[in-house]
């Protein structure tokens, strides 16, 4: 990365900081391991050990996907509206244009707010780390990232791109007959009646939805499937859940929740993502049975996760997040 690039990182993050100290957000500064994490089955994580000086013993701890594990607990202690800027990890990661297994998040969360609350904040980051709009008639470059962003929501948009509602296919077989419709690839060895309806969901929305999405201005899509496992509030209605997450020139920057603050809730979640998780993963690790107990006093809240590397990457105008990292991720020598 030159000198400009470096400079252009540097001072972009130092306007998110003080975006967010202005409005009155903690900054915190979380660990990077952890003995146990949150269940997430779309991911893999890093696994390394600790050693007892003492007694020589190996401690598996692992690295953070998110800090969300510690954030939410001092949520829970102290109520406070905070944010974070920190390195995560995630293994079984692709290297290249938007992914890397080392990234930078932020993570916002406001106290008191629901996920449109956190829509309108999100706008108002983008309009802060934004350069004012040309006055001299020359053409805006920022036009197709500059707020108000589109609204859509998860049902319309896939009645635009994919021709059905999800609201009216309720069953997996539903979902095997757009699927095929649509002229998804089937393979003979796996079978679309086979698959359960969040993966199809998925497979939909990568192939048909995520592509056709407005490239003209950025889209906040809203309002996802319930039967997506999540820890974000009802919509109103048990079909949905109050989620959103905001694509720019074509690439997912951040998603965002009502965060879930009811405990019992939060303990289903853990034991049935947990048991997938424990079973199905690459690198299984530790899950705290106590972590819904944070929940017990848990305040109304929002929170959103944002990728830094691919934020700076659409600031700057480049088709890579390597074109704004200091140190791409590469494993051959000579490399970081």
């Known amino acids: ?11 972009r993050l130092q306007a998110v900081r003080s975006f967010f100290i202005n409005r009155q957000y903690l900054e ?104 004012p709009v040309p006055e001299d008639g020359t053409p805006d470059q920022f036009a197709d990232i500059r707020p108000p962003f589109t609204r859509l929501t998860m049902d319309d948009a896939f009645a635009r791109y994919a021709g059905f509602r999800l609201s009216e296919c309720p069953s997996s077989h539903d979902l095997a007959r757009e699927a095929r419709r649509l002229g998804i690839t089937e393979l003979e060895d796996s079978n679309f009646d086979t698959w359960p309806w969040d993966d199809l969901y998925e497979l939909i929305l990568v192939q048909c939805i995520e592509p056709n999405l407005p490239q003209d201005k950025a889209v906040f899509l809203m309002d996802y499937p319930a039967k997506v496992p999540c820890l974000a509030q009802d919509a109103g209605n048990p079909m949905w859940k109050e989620r959103w997450e905001l694509y720019a020139r074509g690439i997912e920057l951040a998603n965002c929740y009502s965060e879930e603050t009811d405990a019992e809730k939060v303990k289903a979640y853990f034991a049935v993502e947990g048991r997938l998780k424990n079973n199905l993963a690459r690198i299984p690790h530790a899950i705290d049975p106590d972590y819904y107990k944070t929940f017990t006093d848990f305040p109304k809240c929002s929170g959103v996760a944002m990728g830094v590397d691919r934020l700076l990457m659409v600031l700057a105008g480049k088709k890579s997040i390597e074109s704004v990292l200091p140190f791409p991720f590469r494993l051959k020598a000579g490399y970081y």
């Open 1 to 11: 990365m030159d000198l400009e690039l470096l400079q252009f990182r540097a001072s």
């Open 28 to 131: 915190l500064d979380t660990p990077a391991m952890s003995p146990n994490l949150i269940p997430e089955t779309c991911l893999e994580v890093f696994k390394t050990d600790y050693l007892e000086p003492w007694t020589g013993e190996a401690k598996p701890v692992y690295l953070v996907p998110s800090p969300e594990i510690f954030i939410k607990k001092i949520i829970a202690q102290h109520k406070v509206s905070c944010f974070q800027l920190s390195k995560c990890y995630r293994n079984v990661e692709s290297v290249g244009r938007t992914h890397s297994p080392e990234f930078t998040m932020l993570e916002y969360y406001t106290m008191g707010a629901d996920y449109k609350d956190s829509l309108t904040l999100t706008e108002q980051l983008f309009d802060a780390l934004l350069p």
